[in-house]
């Protein structure tokens, strides 16, 4: 067993008292103290051999003495430190930790709906004529693209004069020029790119565009002549060109108010003090115009720029309409009504009961009830 013990480099101070190996702490020898040499490999078989020899002249295991351990006391008892806790203050607290706040949401934009323009447009006989010789024409352009481009309308009211010769062709032709110019003039460039208006104001295209429409008249049809009312709108703003006696009215908050001048004898007379409104009513040439299309070489037109409120509305007649049904009626008639089309239909009903002398035109055109203009 020794020999076993000492082959496997055990020796009995290892060993404990049931006769199990010991563990023998690792102790670093001094870098000053000489390092003992290594055995050489005849050296280890040599002492294996007298080991072999010597096995039995080995003295009997004695046990050690009660009491002692020998394995111990070659044991050099390394003490591991001890951590002491670090005691936390009574008086401090721990804060709670601020969560993180949560990220910010854009405010949804409120968007509003955009509303359109919209109109009514009648045009009737009337009771006492054979043909109608008023002509009317209305165009409603509404868009809703990103680049939110305002309404644009152009509506036309034409009252061929009476007594003349084909008065029915003068206001027909009159408005097509002045539909086709507006449309080339105006329109296209809009549609193509809305900053084209300001090369060419719409004002001043209305005008051009009426003094064509006056050529084309004096061209056609020698000795005819047609009142002519006409509005761009483009936005909440109203450009207008008259001449005649045909009207424009605004209404808006609950009044009514007469845009356009009528270029009669009459009126002239009023204008001049020389006849009071009440004797205009009955005077017997009241009808008779001093400024009409096809009449003259030289066109001289009445202008007017208007901006135009939320939810106002605008009426262009001929005077078949005005003539028979007063402006209270007008308007009354106007803003009961459910849309500008059931308006006009009433208008035309209207002045058909109260006579029918004339043609009777009419068209309504209502402002969209916005916050923003559009």
């Avoid at 001048?261 to 004797?279: G, I, S, W």
Wanted: with cysteine.
């Amino acid at each position: 067993m020794n020999f076993l013990r000492r082959l496997l480099g055990i020796s009995p101070s290892h060993m404990g008292r049931d006769g199990t190996s010991r563990r023998i702490a690792h102790v670093t020898r001094s870098s000053s103290a000489p390092a003992a040499p290594l055995p050489s490999a005849a050296d280890t078989e040599a002492h294996l051999v007298d080991d072999q020899f010597d096995l039995e002249e080995l003295p009997p295991e004695q046990p050690p003495p009660e009491g002692e351990d020998t394995a111990d006391q070659e044991i050099e008892s390394v003490e591991e430190p001890q951590v002491q806790p670090v005691q936390r203050p009574a008086n401090i607290q721990r804060q709670p930790r601020a969560e993180p706040a949560p990220p910010r949401r854009a405010t949804p934009r409120e968007h509003k709906p955009k509303r359109a323009l919209t109109y009514g447009i009648a045009t009737d006989v009337g009771k006492l004529r054979d043909n109608n010789e008023d002509a009317c024409f209305a165009m409603q352009w509404h868009t809703m693209t990103v680049e939110n481009r305002p309404d644009f309308g152009f509506f036309v009211v034409a009252d061929g004069m009476g007594g003349h010769l084909d008065g029915e062709r003068a206001a027909g032709i009159a408005v097509q020029t002045l539909a086709s110019e507006m449309l080339q003039s105006v329109y296209m460039p809009l549609l193509r790119n809305f900053r084209a208006a300001e090369k060419t104001t719409i004002l001043e295209a209305l005008v051009a565009a009426s003094e064509k429409a006056n050529s084309a008249v004096i061209d056609a049809v020698p000795g005819g002549g047609t009142t002519l009312s006409t509005v761009a709108i483009v936005g909440n703003l109203a450009y207008l060109v008259h001449v005649g006696d045909s009207r424009a009215y605004l209404i808006h908050n609950d009044e009514i108010e007469q845009l356009t001048t009528d270029h009669t004898l009459v009126q002239r007379l009023v204008e001049m003090k020389e006849l009071t409104p009440e004797e205009a009513e009955f005077y017997p040439q009241k009808n008779v115009l001093y400024r009409a299309i096809g009449q003259n070489e030289s066109l001289k037109v009445e202008r007017l720029i208007r901006t135009l409120p939320s939810a106002a509305q605008m009426i262009l007649c001929s005077d078949g309409l005005w003539d028979l049904v007063d402006d209270e009626t007008m308007k009354r008639v106007t803003l009961e009504s459910s849309s500008p089309q059931e308006a006009c239909d009433r208008l035309v009903s209207l002045a058909n009961d109260y006579g029918g002398t004339d043609n009777i035109s009419v068209i309504i055109l209502k402002i969209p009830e916005n916050d923003v203009n559009i």
